[in-house]
Structure formats: structure tokens, C-alpha cells
């Protein structure tokens, strides 16, 4: 069943205060809270007023519907249905008839000035606990007495007493009254009065009617086109409120402005958690590890490097003595450009409360990706040809100094060999150095790529999330506006 639109109006500014309380001024949300408060519901529902009769059987109800429509037929008698029946001067709403679970209805004009936008309807349940649910949705209920029966206990205890929490839009009818005196009349009016005011319901509306003579009809006529027309001003009153609020939350709810990308986002957590310091370590290793490796055997001592040692590397880089607070203000006050300081404070304490997890997940990031290895077998590649080169200038060394020994001539091939030596040697040097240099700097670039899709994962879940909820929040609250301008 669709919903009346009033209906979804108190809804509508009931979701939009609370999707901008503390994003918008204070006092703008206890404004709006205050009139979805004091308005009726009944009043948001629909602009048509509706008008029950209620009452126990043999009161009259129909015949009295009957007299305020104009005296016109109705085309079925009200009690064969477990329904309600209706008459309307106008149109009314299918949705609202459904709630009011109305099975019988007519459309005619209007009988008298005022009532063009009235709804009556013939309640046939009267059970209290049924009256309570369409109360709600009442603007005016008329409780129809048998003139015979307007003392009994029962009626007053069970049904007109309960509507003391109504009063304001509670009447009563003293129905069939060309069946009493006048003296009658007074007497009974007078003891009903006294009767009223013990069940609570003192100085409400109380109209003598026949329907048969037609006495005071024109007074309960003109008693529901005052409530429409007051209900008519009410709610005029509460959309003008409404208009003058929705143009308040319109003006400290823009459109929201463009959020950090994922990259800029990347490349300040990067900044903040030192990725480049950390690949940078990881290629200082790398190339200690390849000076280790490729040095001469037993021509080279230890290489004095200045470069961190693994064992005094730590486990994982660390963000402590970082301060990203002030990181995560500038991304927040980013997210926020031409918002109300409500808006961009709200998005500033979103991020500073993820800092604990973004925190944990920088540090659980860097050390899951921290890799120093050394490529082994290539170094223990180079390590076999320096051995060889080295073994080859000893042999060639020692067949050189026996020639010497033996004055044989072939000394200028030998010592040409030992050039060819020589120059293996320095090739194989710079070849391991190269090498190396180049291991270092892929191994650092390698780690920067790695700790940087891991830093842009912390930067999603731990930024760009709460900041998008924001945003989500933003545009939620601009389209309940629009949706609010609708009405009424």
C-alpha cells in the first residue's frame, strides 16, 4: 500500500534530521525536530479532512450521514459490511480510504460552503481498540448518542472516556432529539454536559440534531467546516514552516565537493609512513649483501659500507614519531572545501577516530612487504668465475717464474695470458658491480610497488571509507530535501 504523502513527509524530516544532527546548526535541528513534534500526524497525512462517526448501534450513524450529505440515499446500508462507508464532497484518496479500511464510498458535491475538502465516514466498528488505529488519521470525530441511551455507564466508561487524550478533535452529537420536549431537551443536554465533564471531555462541542426534522445539521455543518478550514490554516502554517526550513538545510547542505583521489590518498599515507625510506633500506640492503657476495675471494677484505647490516635492520618500519593527525585534517578539510564548519568537523573526527587501525594496518602493511633477500645463485655465479679467473693467474703466475727459471722463451705468451687474466678480472668486477647496482635499485622499486598497494588498501579502508560516508550522508540529506519541496 502506498503511503499518503504527508505520511512520508514526517518521515522524510524525521530521516533528514537525523542524517545532518550535528553537520547542520543546532538550533536548525531542534527546530525541525519541534515540528515534526508538534504537528499532527493527521495533518501531514492529507489535506482532506475526515470526519467519523462513531457511536453504538441503534445512535443513529447513518441516518445522520445521510442528513449531512444533503438528504441524498445512500446506495447501501452500512451494516451488511464489516467495512466502513464514505462520503466525500470531492475527490478522495485512494490510499487513504484503504487505511481507513473504508469498502463503501461515493463522491458527491459538496452541501454547504466549507465542506469541499471533507470526507465523512460511517465507522461501523466502535471497539476501542480499533477506534485507536484510525484515530490517528481522524480529524474530527463525531460521537453520535441515542437520546434514550446518552447515560449509559457502559458507553461512557468504554468509549467516550478514552477519548479524553482527543478532545481537541472530539464532538458529540444528541441525535433523534424531535423525539423529546423541549423541557426534555434542556434536561438531557444539561446532564449530558455534567456527564462530559466527568469523563474528561469538559466544554467539547455538543450539537442537537434530527435527521428527520433536520434540526441542527446546519450547525454540525458549519461545526466541520470551521475544523477543515482550521486544519486547512494548520497546515498551511506547517508548510510554510517547513518550506522556510528546508530552504535552511538547503543552504548548510551544498553539494559535495570532489573527494581525494585514491592516488593522492596513496601518496600521502606513502609520505606519512616513509615508503620511500623503507624501499630505500631494502636496496642499501640488497647492494651490501651484493658487495658481500662478489668480493674477491682472498684479495678482498670485508667492504667497509656504511650501509645497515640485516641484523640491525628493524623487524618492519615503524610509524611511531609520525604525526598524521595533522595529514588527516588536511584530507578531511580537502573533502570538505565549501562545506559548514558542522559538515567538515564531522569529517575530520570520521578520520581522526580511524587513526588507532590506520596506524596498525600502515605498520602490518610495511612489515608483510619488507624483503631483503639476495638472488644467490647468480652471486654464486659470479664467486665460480672470479675462483676460476683467480686459479688460472696462479697457474699462469707459477708457469711464468718456472720459464724464468728455465730461461725458456715463451715468457711474453705467458705474461699475455696473465693480461688476458687481468682483464677478465676487471670485467667480471665491473660486470658483479653492475650487476649488483642494478639488483639494488629493481629491488627497491620493487618494494616501493608492493608497500604502495598495500598503503592504498589502508588508505581505502582507513580514508577514503569514512570520508565517502560522509559524502553519502551529504547527498542522502540533499535529495530528502528535494523530496520535501514536494510538500504538500
Request: hydrophobic share 45%; aromatic share 4%.
Amino acid at each position: 500500500m502506498t503511503e499518503p504523502q504527508g505520511g512520508t513527509a514526517l518521515e522524510t524530516l524525521a530521516r533528514l534530521t537525523a542524517v545532518t544532527r550535528g553537520r547542520v546548526p543546532a538550533d536548525l535541528t531542534e527546530r525541525a525536530s519541534q515540528l515534526r513534534r508538534h504537528a499532527a500526524p493527521r495533518l501531514w497525512l492529507t489535506p482532506t479532512t475526515v470526519v467519523a462517526l462513531a457511536g453504538t448501534s441503534g445512535a443513529g450513524r447513518s441516518s445522520l450521514l445521510a442528513a449531512l450529505a444533503g438528504d441524498q440515499p445512500t446506495t447501501a446500508n452500512p451494516h451488511s459490511t464489516a467495512g466502513s462507508m464514505a462520503v466525500s464532497f470531492g475527490a478522495a484518496e485512494p490510499e487513504l480510504l484503504t487505511m481507513l479500511g473504508v469498502e463503501q464510498h461515493r463522491e458527491i458535491p459538496a452541501p454547504a460552503p466549507g465542506l469541499e475538502n471533507v470526507i465523512l465516514i460511517d465507522l461501523v466498528a466502535h471497539d476501542s481498540a480499533e477506534l485507536d488505529q484510525v484515530l490517528p488519521l481522524i480529524d474530527q470525530l463525531v460521537w453520535v448518542l441515542d437520546p434514550h441511551r446518552y447515560a449509559d455507564l457502559i458507553i461512557h466508561r468504554d468509549h467516550l472516556r478514552p477519548l479524553a487524550a482527543h478532545r481537541e478533535v472530539t464532538s458529540v452529537v444528541l441525535n433523534q432529539v424531535d423525539r423529546l420536549s423541549a423541557t426534555e431537551l434542556t434536561e438531557r443536554l444539561n446532564h449530558l454536559y455534567l456527564l462530559l465533564a466527568t469523563d474528561g471531555l469538559p466544554g467539547i462541542p455538543v450539537t442537537a440534531i434530527s435527521s428527520t426534522t433536520g434540526q441542527g445539521i446546519d450547525e454540525l455543518r458549519s461545526h466541520l467546516a470551521d475544523a477543515a478550514a482550521r486544519k486547512a490554516a494548520a497546515r498551511s502554517r506547517s508548510a510554510s514552516q517547513l518550506r522556510a526550513l528546508v530552504d535552511e538545510f538547503q543552504t548548510h547542505c551544498p553539494a559535495p565537493p570532489p573527494l581525494p583521489t585514491a592516488e593522492a590518498i596513496q601518496t600521502t599515507l606513502e609520505a606519512i609512513a616513509d615508503v620511500a625510506g623503507a624501499a630505500d633500506i631494502v636496496g642499501r640492503v640488497i647492494a651490501h649483501h651484493g658487495a658481500l657476495a662478489t668480493r674477491w675471494p682472498l684479495l678482498s677484505r670485508r667492504p667497509k659500507d656504511t650501509s645497515p647490516q640485516p641484523e640491525d635492520l628493524p623487524d618492519s618500519p615503524t610509524l611511531e614519531g609520525t604525526q598524521p593527525d595533522l595529514v588527516l585534517s588536511q584530507l578531511a578539510d580537502q573533502a570538505a572545501a565549501g562545506l559548514g564548519p558542522g559538515w567538515r568537523q564531522a569529517m575530520t573526527e570520521g578520520l581522526l577516530a580511524e587513526r588507532p587501525g590506520l596506524r596498525a594496518d600502515l605498520d602490518q602493511a610495511m612489515a608483510t612487504t619488507v624483503d631483503a633477500r639476495s638472488d644467490s645463485w647468480i652471486y654464486q655465479l659470479i664467486r665460480i668465475c672470479q675462483w676460476l679467473l683467480l686459479a688460472s693467474a696462479l697457474l699462469g703466475l707459477g708457469w711464468w717464474i718456472l720459464d724464468l727459471l728455465a730461461g725458456a722463451v715463451g715468457a711474453s705468451f705467458i705474461l699475455a695470458m696473465l693480461l688476458g687474466i687481468g682483464l677478465g678480472a676487471v670485467a667480471t668486477t665491473i660486470a658483479a658491480r653492475l650487476f649488483v647496482d642494478w639488483r639494488s635499485r629493481q629491488a627497491a622499486a620493487h618494494a616501493r610497488r608492493v608497500l604502495g598497494r598495500a598503503v592504498a588498501a589502508v588508505g581505502r579502508r582507513h580514508v577514503l571509507a569514512p570520508l565517502s560516508a560522509e559524502h553519502r550522508h551529504l547527498t542522502e540529506a540533499r535529495q530528502l530535501i528535494g523530496k520535501l519541496r514536494d510538500w504538500p
